[in-house]
């Protein structure tokens, strides 16, 4: 499941961006948001390179919106350092509980499906300076 196109423009705009992105690039099952429509970015999916060979334009994935799946959240999150308990507790409720480093407990987030807890979660970590926080005490 993807986040949708509304919640993952407003992440990009708090800075959000795949912790992988930069080192090896986009993934052929990336998918964008760009000009209005939503791209899948294709190609070779295995044997994995450094790189891999994608088929669309460039300009999709570099000035495009990536919607992150729920996967790429929790990715991110582990990336960070951050833990996290997912709580689904009856329909169309969903809890994060988020911890910092030593399982120090941050916050709770509570909203209808996991995509959009995710999203609150990881906004609230990236306006509320705890990604400092966790990268100061990376050393």
């Known amino acids: 499941m993807w986040l949708s196109a509304f919640f993952a423009k407003e ?29 899948c970015l294709g190609g070779r999916v295995e044997p994995v390179q450094e790189k891999a060979d994608l088929l669309v334009s460039k300009d999709i994935y570099e000035k495009g919106v990536w919607w992150p799946t729920v996967d790429d959240l929790l990715e991110w999150l ?46 609230k970590i990236l306006e509320g300076h705890y990604l400092e926080e966790s990268d100061n005490n990376r050393g």
């Open 11 to 39: 992440l990009k705009k708090s800075g959000f961006k795949s912790p992988y992105y930069q080192e090896y690039g986009p993934s052929p099952t990336d998918i964008y948001y760009y000009q209005g429509e939503a791209w």
């Open 78 to 123: 582990d990336h960070y350092g951050f833990y996290y308990r997912i709580d689904h507790f009856e329909p169309g409720k969903c809890r994060v509980k988020i911890y910092g480093e030593e399982r120090k407990y941050l916050f709770t987030i509570e909203s209808g499906t996991i995509e959009v807890t995710l999203y609150y979660a990881i906004k």
